[in-house]
Every structure is written in structure tokens, then in C-alpha cells.
């Protein structure tokens, strides 16, 4: 087989150039912890009982992983890509996410009504 100029996604996860696995997703779910956690995306604490949302993987060089987020963050950082995580933890704060959804969901309505 060829090797890849880059990374390749498949529906489970990230292969390098020599098709080996970079890493894998295994599931994502809400859930409410049971100790306190930090937010991927905003750097800001989960409290113990909060729900949130996680995402479970493996990586070829660190082992298994869950990532804990906030739901608006979670649903903000759904459509990025790998280059777009460089910046997080803390690249924006939780408010910034909040407000950036808002505008967009106004945005939205407004295409809807005309």
C-alpha cells in the first residue's frame, strides 16, 4: 500500500503516513463525575456532579485518555480540526464560547426569517 502524504481519518480514528493508528475514538457521552475535572476547550473546572461531556480514545504514544468538556464547549469545538486544538487548553474562555454560540444561533434565525 502507499503511504499517505499526511494524516488519514477513518470512522475510528487518525492513521500517519506509514497507515499505522495514530489514535482511536472509543465513545463520547454525558456524564456527571465524580470529582472535579477541567474543561478541554476553556481550561475551566468541571465540579464533581456537573454534567458534562466526554471523549474516550487511545493514542498510539500516550495510551487510553478521556477528555472532559462543558456542553457549550463541547458543541463549540465539534467541527474543528487537529491544527485547531493547538491553541487549548485555555486558548478561549468558557464566556468567549458562550457569547461565539449565541451569535451564531442569531445568525441562524436570522437566515431562517429572511
Known amino acids: 500500500m502507499e503511504p499517505l502524504s499526511g494524516t488519514h481519518k477513518t470512522l475510528r480514528g487518525v492513521l ?6 495514530v489514535y482511536t475514538y472509543i465513545s463520547d457521552k454525558v456524564v456527571k463525575p465524580r470529582k472535579p475535572h477541567r474543561c478541554r476547550v476553556c481550561w475551566d473546572g468541571i465540579e464533581a456532579g456537573e454534567a458534562c461531556h466526554t471523549y474516550r480514545g487511545v493514542e498510539s504514544s500516550e495510551g487510553f485518555y478521556t477528555i472532559y468538556f462543558h456542553p457549550e464547549c463541547w458543541e463549540y469545538s465539534r467541527d474543528w480540526e487537529d491544527q485547531d486544538w493547538e491553541n487549548c487548553p485555555g486558548g478561549i474562555s ?10 451564531a444561533a442569531r445568525l441562524k434565525e436570522r437566515e431562517a426569517c429572511g
Not at 500517519?16 to 493508528?21: A, T, V
Not at 468558557?94 to 451569535?103: D, H, I, P
Open 16 to 21: 500517519d503516513k506509514e497507515w499505522r493508528i
Open 94 to 103: 468558557r464566556g468567549e464560547v458562550q457569547r461565539e454560540l449565541a451569535e
